[in-house]
């Protein structure tokens, strides 16, 4: 199993923990329910994150969801957002995805209570990135496996596109990767379908098809 484990950055920093709380709980629900999970996702102790996935096509994009839908929360569309609710801070998240066995001791507790390699490499590559936002993958180095090199490669480059989009187009990424035409996105945003256009050119396309890409290499 590809296991998944998420981590607040600079969680001190947010003016309402509840409420961001209430965001990663939200989040984790949209994204649970649009990818297939091979454990569902779920918070685990102080402001930890954790799932699995059959894949590492989704446990990648699972954490590149997750990042946009926080975002979407934070900075939502101005057609949607409105003026007497208080929209969260943005949450910013480091993610640690591993690779290996999984020995769950009980499935009908909230967090699911389990060890084993799986989440030891997750942890590994967690740790990797201090106390930085950013992607790793950790995973044994043999035939079977994906190569941590290039995955992590892929993790870096993919992560490095998404920093330079604005808010604006970090929600049309999201949009696309659910797969959303140009002209829905146009509607959504309150904007002509030429600006989205310019907008996909400059790098939301970009990541959108560079993660499907990976997905079938």
Known sequence: MFTVIGDIVGSR???DRAQAQRSVVTTLSRVGASIPVAQRLEPTFGDEIQG???TIAHATLATLL????LAWLAHPPPRSAQQDTKTPDLIVMRFGIGQGDVRVF???????????P???TARDAIDALGKKAGTRYVGPENAGAPSQAAVNAFLI???????TLNHRQQRMLLRALHGDSQKAIAELEG???SAVSQAFA????????????????
């Open 118 to 120: 799986g989440w030891h």
């Open 13 to 15: 920093n947010l003016s």
């Open 202 to 217: 400059r790098g939301v396309s970009a990541v959108r098809d560079a993660q499907c890409f990976f997905g079938k290499a």
């Open 191 to 193: 904007i002509s379908e």
């Open 157 to 163: 480059a993919r992560d490095g596109l998404v920093d």
């Open 52 to 54: 699995g996935f059959q």
């Open 106 to 116: 009980e499935i009908d507790t909230q967090p699911i209570r389990q060890d084993g």
């Open 66 to 69: 997750i990042r946009l839908e």
